[in-house]
């Protein structure tokens, strides 16, 4: 099989890192291969992608860079497929670890594209099936006609916290930022409790004015003397996090943290100060500010891709069982 990725983008650490994962696999009998692509930009703003190594009848695993500009992000995305389909590959698995236009998955005003179908469409004219983590909106697996899996990073999540901030789960509530997150937050402490931890949930009710602005909120739940984590699945201005944050203060929370699977951070940092850890998994590479920390799901996206090449079912990722996570990545050969 081969693992192929952009050795320039700012993603590639997460590739590699996912390559040695599968390097350093016990019980793997399959070969591994990392493969560069190569971007000729002319003149005029055209550009060509070439695949720098023969992939003829292997299985191929493409690690889409996430932090490349939108537009940028979507004409590779076509070339290299094209490039892969017309190079003979056996199959072609597309990896987003960050699935672009996914918060564009409806009509909702006239005349405008549903632009995560779109993508979808060209996906599903190429792949042979594909793969992220944690959808803004779980209906988007529906608008691809080949199998793609959408992993949870709440496993890798739980883990990180019972080795690095147990403390933070005694008393511990799981706060959803609006309404539209409470199935996310219910869901999470559903696994907390299977793995024997604990949890509350609250949530919160905003009123905007418009895009980005949010005129009021409204906390639903107890948080006094409790340690609040609020639980999203992208930051990108972070103005309800923030809200939320200042929210839970003033009714008393002893502890506020924040999670956010995917990190846009699109206005800065400064204000994230308010939160005592801003957690972020590493399927974006953002500027790393003073009270960060960074969730890996290198050995998620790994283990999802062994057990799809050998044909084992992934569920056991789905559960709660995060003992792949438990060994640090300083084992594996970055």
Known sequence: MAIIADS?????????????????REKRDFSVNLIDVEKNVFRDGEF???????IRRKKCFFIHDSNKPSCEWLTELIFILDALRFSSSGEINVIFPYLRFARQDRKDESRVSVNSKAVAGIVSRYATRAMTVDLHAPQIQSFFDI??????????????????????????????PDLGGGGRAESFVKRLTKMGVNAEVALGHKTREKANVISKMVLIGDVTGKNCLILDDIIDTGNTLVKMGQLLRENGAKSVFAYGTHGLFTDGFEKFKIFDKVL??????PYKFENMEIVSLINLFGEAIYRTIIGESLSFLFEGDVRMEQDSLEKYEF
Request: aromatic share 16%; net charge positive.
């Open 8 to 24: 320039k983008g700012k993603g590639f650490e997460f590739a590699r890192g996912v390559y040695s994962y599968l390097k350093n």
């Open 48 to 54: 060509k992608m070439r695949i720098l190594k023969n």
């Open 280 to 285: 972020i998994s590493d399927t974006l590479n």
């Open 147 to 176: 199998p793609f899996d959408n992993l949870y990073s709440f496993p890798s999540l739980i883990n990180y916290l019972k080795l690095n901030h147990s403390d933070l789960l005694n008393e511990f509530v799981v706060v959803a």
